[in-house]
C-alpha cells in the first residue's frame, strides 16, 4: 500500500461527502410530509442531517484511526512529543464551524419567515406562488436574500411553496383560509369553527385552505403540535398566540401537547382530520344537527316542558320499570314538576 497522503485524504473526502449527501436525504426520520410548510422544514432537517453525518464520520473516524496508529507501543514509558499549537488549523476549525452555524442561522430564518413565523397571519409568502414578489415586502428579506443569493445554494429551492391541486375532486368551494379558535385546557383541545359555531374536540380542516389558529390556554401552558404539519405553537394563558399551516394531503395526523402541562399531559392527545372541503362542509353540517339537537332535548330537560310520561318515555324500557313507577319516583323527587 502505498497511496500518497493527500490522495488518501481526497478519496477519504469524496466518500465521507458522498455517504452524507445520501444519508441527509434518505435518513427516514420524518413523519409524511402533510402540509405545504412541510416541504420547507424538511429541507432544513435534510441540510442539517448531511452536515451532521459528515461531521460524525470526520470525528469518529479521526478517534478510531487513532486509536490504532497512535496506539502505546509495548514497553514505551516516555512521553509525546511536545506540541505548541496550530494557528492556521486553529483559524480553520474555528471558521469552518462559524461559517455552517451562520448558514443554517439564515437558512433557518428564511424558512421560519415564509412559513409566518414572523408574522403567522400574514401568509403571503407560503400561500401565493409569487415568493419573490411577496418576500421583498417581508422584515429582513433584504438581509436574506442577499446572503441566499450569493451564498446558500440549497436556500432558493424549498422556499417554492409546494403546489396545492386548483381542483380538488368532488368539491365547489374550498375557502382561501379559515380561523378556527383552539383552546388548550387539562386535558384536551376545544375547537370553534367560524360562522357555524360548530365546537369539537377534533380538528377538522379542509385541504388547499391557509388554517389560521387563533390558540389560548384556559388553565396552564400547553403547546399545539402537529408533526406531519412541522407545526408548533405555544398556548399560554392570558396571551393568545397564533398559528398558520395549510394541508396539503387528507388523513388523520396526531395533534400532541407539546408541553408538560401536568400528571396526564401525556394523555393529551387529539386528531386532525384533513378532508377534501367537500368533506369539510359535510362534516360541519353533521354537527350542526346534532349540535341543535342536543341544545332541544337540553331545552326540554331544563324546562321540562315535555309531559312528564312523554319526557320519562325513553328511560322506560332501558330500567326495566313501568311508566307509572317512574313517574311517581319522578313526582317524589321533583313535586313541582307534575
Ligand atoms: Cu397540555
Known sequence: MNIPGSIA?????????????????????????????????????????????????????????????????????????????????????????????????????EIYNSMGGLDPMDHSVAHHSQPTHEMAKMPGAAIAGTLTDTTIDPVSAPLEPAAIPESIPGTTSAPQEMTIQAAGLQYAWIFTYPDSGVVAGELHVPVGTRIKLAISANDVLHAFWVPEYRVKQDAIPGTPTELAFTPSRTGEYPVICAELCGPYHGAMKTKVIAETPADFNAWIASQKVASAAGLEDAIALTAAEKPVDQFLAPFVAPLGVDAATLQQLHSAHHPSAS
Open 9 to 109: 485524504t481526497l478519496l477519504i473526502g469524496i466518500a465521507v461527502t458522498i455517504v452524507s449527501l445520501w444519508y441527509g436525504q434518505n435518513h427516514g426520520l420524518m413523519p409524511v410530509a402533510a402540509s405545504t410548510d412541510a416541504p420547507l422544514v424538511d429541507g432544513l432537517f435534510d441540510i442539517m442531517m448531511t452536515i451532521g453525518t459528515g461531521l460524525f464520520l470526520l470525528v469518529q473516524g479521526a478517534l478510531v484511526y487513532s486509536f490504532f496508529k497512535f496506539r502505546r507501543e509495548p514497553g514505551d514509558d516516555t512521553d509525546g512529543p511536545y506540541i505548541e499549537g496550530n494557528i492556521p488549523l486553529e483559524i480553520l476549525w474555528t471558521s469552518i464551524p462559524a461559517v455552517i452555524v451562520l448558514g443554517i442561522a439564515v437558512y433557518s430564518f
